[in-house]
């Protein structure tokens, strides 16, 4: 990935991107003019990185893409230790409605349930419902808060946003291109995608762990699209901690703009389901 060049290239960017005026106020403290210059060269990089991102929209299938109600999958999920794949893989099946409620089956009778609903997380197995272990809820939503989904539709309609093409590299043998946004709370989204497709190959971005305060690099890969109803769908998810593997999710089949029905939000109606 080259997370390490890329920040400098970022870095960079954003020293570039800030107005004259400013740079000149962090370096010597004095106020900045009021109608400070940008450097033409941080707006040709933006311009590019938007262009990519622009490009990878249209490639995944353009307003209909954005203004998806819904997406249902169902596939084998394949947990991994430390880089090795455990034994068997799991039937999963989930439900994601923009912009927050994702719900989770797992198994072959659907016995276990999850729902992550704005910022709650509840399991429901054959023990009744409780809260989502705060490490597994942190987890996800750190995973949702930077989603391409969420870069796409949030970050880049937030005009404090910046975006930095940092060039083309490889990526799982296939040439790519790289655009890392830059929120105003100084979180990032790097994004590769195809030089050729436009499909993304993989998102990735940074956190810092609070207790032992070491930075952690959480990857997703992205392959085996193929069109459902007019939308490049990924049916190969692949995610990555650290650089080593930790689960794949092989997709059978993705519906989108599914009518739920009117109780499929109803922990409790399914709570006394599995309870059964």
Known sequence: MGMQKGWAVALAAVALAMPLGLQAQASDGKPADAQPAVDPAAGKNAAKAKATID???????????????????????????????????????????????????????????????????TEVTFRGAK????????????????????????????????????????????????????SPENESITIQTDVQTHLPLSRSFQWRDPEYKDK?????????????????????????????????????????NVDLPADFWDVAGITKRVKK
């Not at 870069?151 to 946003?161: E, G, H, N």
């Open 55 to 121: 490009a990878m929209v249209k490639a995944l299938g353009g307003d209909a893409w954005l203004n998806l109600k819904n997406t249902v999958r169902e596939g084998h999920l394949a947990a991994f230790h430390r880089g090795d794949p455990d034994p068997g893989t799991l039937l999963f099946y989930d439900c994601h409605v923009w912009p927050d409620r994702d719900r989770y089956e797992y198994g072959k009778h659907k016995d276990v349930y999850q729902f992550y609903e704005g910022r709650k997380g």
């Open 131 to 182: 809260p989502l272990p705060k490490d597994q809820l942190d987890d996800f939503l750190r995973r949702r808060d930077h989603s391409i989904e969420i870069a796409v539709k949030v970050w880049m309609k937030d005009p404090r946003t910046i975006l930095v093409y940092e060039g083309q590299r490889m990526a799982e043998r296939h040439m790519a291109d790289q655009v890392t946004l830059i």
């Open 216 to 256: 952690n690099t959480e990857l997703e890969e992205y392959a085996a699209y193929r069109d459902v109803n007019g939308l490049a769908t990924p049916f190969s998810v692949t995610r990555l901690h650290n650089d080593e593997t930790v689960r794949q999710m092989y997709i059978d089949k993705v519906q989108y």
